[in-house]
């Protein structure tokens, strides 16, 4: 079997965008393909974002599978996925998508790298789950 990237990053375009930024990552599928399925979706993409559903069934157009795992399931140092959370910030709790892999987060919006324990902790993460690729 021929190696290949865990994902290829993909910044962020949009306010709102981080969802699409994270799926065109971890497919590997160009950015704008990537949002012309999800705006098929969801017409408001980039004003509202994606929920599980919405990505997962973006990544189904695509011939892939996403596992969704609560909370209780992730493994932060052995998973790797999109990670959605509800964070507290500035302006109060918002949720945002980033990429985890093996104990790292790779945040789509403006590209700063954290260990996931502490990405977590510093937004005070309420709610999190992580989608999985499958394939």
């Known amino acids: ?63 892939h599978t996403l596992v969704e795992h609560s909370r209780e399931e992730i493994d932060l140092r052995k998973m790797v996925g999109i990670l959605g959370a509800q964070l507290r910030g500035n302006k109060g709790t918002d949720e945002h998508a980033v990429i985890m892999t093996y104990g790292l987060v790779f945040d789509p919006e403006g590209g700063d790298v954290w260990r996931a324990r502490d990405y977590l902790r510093r937004y005070e993460a309420r709610k999190i789950d992580l989608l999985e690729l499958e394939d």
């Open 1 to 63: 079997m021929k190696a290949k990237p865990l994902f290829t990053a993909t910044a962020t375009r949009h306010r709102g965008d981080c969802a699409v930024a994270c799926l065109a990552s971890i497919l590997r599928i160009p950015y704008v393909e990537v949002l012309v399925v999800a705006a098929s979706i969801n017409p408001k993409v980039l004003v509202g974002g994606l929920n599980n559903d919405d990505m997962i069934q973006v990544a189904e157009k695509f011939g």
